[in-house]
């Protein structure tokens, strides 16, 4: 009797690969529905279990949403683990059409609770950094009728400092090799066309995200083809060790976001 029972709970456990795929379907499940995505986009915030942020962001989104969503966070949540890294910030993006169906005022409460669910446990990670970045240059743009940005910058001489600071940081989060980090941005900056610079990656502190903020906002008044130039030196980044990382192809995801240049022009 043990033998049978043994077996049929053998067959009847589900594989890796099929939880995987139950819980990438049931998250795409919540990204289609306005309501569920505010779940989802949060449960990506949460900090470990072991950290008392934990529990200050869960009372939060109790305290501010119900239980109901709290209920679908924490489902998303225990999701989560069986995605691999690269999956997930395509969910954010699949979750922006159904939140663009959300009222002015639920943006302006999701804008709010995301800033302080980011914020909660006093650091700020690379992938928070692009889910909110990315989330916030579609939804900005859908629910506030901010003025168009001019072009302001024609030549890439007007532009390669921000070029370079911006390439360090895909370096530096690409490689923990100091050597290969420094390859990394030269071979972005020679694909971008700009004269090598004295800089290193080095020079850069990943976890200090200002300096990326303030070289974006400089790009983002740059002319269509020299965004394309930053997307392709970004590229040429990711592709100088052979191996593209999910945090490199996160950092390119949002930046081309961010410039309004897809990703599809560049194949």
């Keep these: 009797a043990s033998t049978v029972s043994s077996a049929t709970a053998s067959t009847t456990t589900p594989t890796e690969q099929e939880r995987a795929q139950h819980a990438l379907t049931q998250l795409s499940d919540y990204a289609h529905d306005s309501y569920a995505a505010h779940g989802l986009l949060f449960a990506m915030l949460l ?3 072991t950290f008392l942020a934990h529990n200050e962001q869960l009372d939060r989104i109790h305290q501010h949403y119900g239980q109901a969503l709290l209920k679908i966070t924490l489902n998303a949540y225990e999701q989560l683990p069986f995605l691999r890294d690269e999956q997930r910030l395509p969910l954010v993006e699949l979750a922006i059409p159904a939140l663009k169906e959300i009222s002015h005022e639920q943006f302006r409460q999701l804008r709010q ?4 669910l980011v914020k909660a446990d006093g650091k700020i990670s690379l992938f928070e950094w692009c889910l909110y970045r990315l989330t916030m240059q579609y939804l900005e743009a859908h629910f506030e009728s901010a003025q168009a ?3 302001k ?8 400092d921000a070029c370079t600071v911006v390439f360090a940081y895909c370096a530096r989060h690409g490689h923990s090799d100091n050597a290969m980090a420094d390859h990394a ?33 400089r790009l983002q008044q740059a002319y269509p083809h020299l965004k394309a130039r930053v997307i392709k030196g970004l590229l040429a980044s990711i592709d100088s060790d052979q191996q593209r990382l999910p945090v490199e192809l996160d950092l390119v995801r949002t930046i081309a976001a961010i410039l309004e240049t897809p990703l599809s022009e560049f194949g």
Aim: hydrophobic fraction near 45%; charge should be positive; charged fraction near 10%.
């Design 47 to 49: 900090a470990d279990p």
């Design 113 to 116: 609770q995301l800033t302080q």
């Design 149 to 151: 940005r001019t072009a």
């Design 153 to 160: 910058y024609g030549k890439m001489s007007a532009i390669a």
């Design 185 to 217: 941005l030269q071979q972005a900056l020679s694909a971008a066309g700009i004269e090598s610079s004295i800089m290193t990656a080095q020079g850069i502190n990943p976890q200090q995200l200002k300096p990326l903020n303030v070289a974006l906002t």
